[in-house]
């Protein structure tokens, strides 16, 4: 038995320093049940972290020598996207559980692989899908499921970034499109919505810069079927020519009316970049279609103003929480890390209906 099993904290390995690592590492400092035993980064992010989090934590720039020599209990994964999957493999490996940000590889047989590494090693991997435990997306989700069938799915995240947020986006260009980085959320959702079988795919994506890996795209739009008649629609476009207008759309649709997220700050001029913005829900707005026999309204639109509106570093605690109760309590993950697998599949297949111009088939 470890000393963590005895009661102690968990020791983790917090590996990438963005904005998502620290976040992750303020959360671990702060919260009972966590002790990070390293902190690890190519540059100088590790010394600004751990400055900020009061010094004293053990640093390290190659990930192989940090994993070797901390032996951690939990390994914290917030790097781009294209280690993912080397890195979950290597930790798993070495006895360790795993936290990894969204998504769970660059590929889909990647995602696999870890999945199974996983299963061979008997350790816990989360996926961090911050919207799950948003209770006002949990709360959107649920009213959506009140809709009827099929389901209509409107949803996008534009982001007119610049100065620092467009040196992330480049970087997370040069392993995946912004309807794939950002869609896996979004895709996620509807599948909770419609809890349904994806049948097909459809894309459309443009390429606004020069200043992007070859290749690549910032600007697309996905469409999706579902075995139940539901279809869901996403945008996602980064760079400094983005458009802030009716750049934050949540919205769903069913027989029965419509549910949306109104997010009034988030919808402000000069909000599309902020990462705070995009979580803050601040209402979610439903609309009843029933109609007396004058073909009138019967019910006014009701606003669900729920009081816990966490900011990000609080879902960053609540993700954390979660991944703490996994290990301790034993989840059974096997649910959501399919339902990681699903939504990274159906996000590279509108990839390649971009990259094809051709509707792909999920089945």
């Not at 996620?188 to 690549?216: F, H, W, Y």
Request: aromatic share 8%; proline share 3%; charged share 25%.
């Amino acid at each position: 038995m470890s000393s963590f099993e005895n009661g102690s904290p968990l020791r983790v390995l917090v590996v990438g320093c963005g904005n998502m690592g620290a976040s992750h590492a303020f959360a671990y400092h702060s919260l009972d049940g966590f002790e990070i035993c390293g902190i690890v980064s190519t540059g100088k992010s590790k010394e600004v972290l751990n400055e900020k989090l009061g010094g004293g934590y053990a640093l390290f720039s190659d990930y192989d020598t940090a994993l070797r020599e901390t032996k951690p209990d939990a390994v914290c994964i917030s790097t781009y996207p294209d280690t993912h999957e080397d890195f979950a493999i290597k930790a798993l490996e070495s006895g360790a559980h795993v936290f990894i940000e969204k998504p769970l590889a660059d590929t889909v047989e990647g995602a696999k692989r870890v999945v199974e590494a996983a299963k061979t090693a008997g350790k816990k991997v989360v996926v961090g899908y911050i919207l799950r435990v948003h209770p006002s997306w949990e709360r959107f989700v649920a009213e959506a499921q009140n809709l009827g069938k099929p389901l209509v799915m409107r949803m996008n995240l534009n982001q007119q970034s610049h100065g620092y947020m467009w040196g992330v986006h480049r970087n997370l260009m040069k392993s995946l499109s912004p309807i794939v980085d950002c869609g896996v959320h979004y895709i996620d959702v509807m599948c909770q919505m419609t809890r349904s079988k994806p049948l097909r795919v459809n894309a459309i994506g443009a390429r606004l810069t020069e200043d992007i890996p070859a290749g690549n795209y910032n600007y697309g739009q996905l469409q999706i079927w579902f075995e139940d008649g539901s279809v869901g629609w996403y945008e996602a476009g980064w760079g400094p020519m983005i458009s802030e207008t009716a750049f934050f759309v949540k919205d769903v649709i069913g027989p029965k009316g419509s549910v949306s997220i109104v997010a009034k700050d988030a919808g402000g001029t000069g909000k599309s970049s902020s990462v705070e913005a995009h979580t803050k829900t601040e209402s979610i707005r439903v609309h009843y279609a029933d109609l007396n026999d004058q073909d009138e309204f019967v019910k006014e639109d009701s606003w669900i103003n729920l009081e816990d509106e966490p900011d990000h570093q609080e879902l960053c605690n609540r993700e954390q929480r979660y991944f703490l109760n996994a290990v301790r309590e034993d989840f059974d993950l096997t649910d959501h890390l399919q339902d990681a697998v699903t939504s990274l599949q159906i996000a590279f297949a509108c990839d390649e209906s971009v990259k094809t111009g051709r509707t792909v088939d999920l089945v």
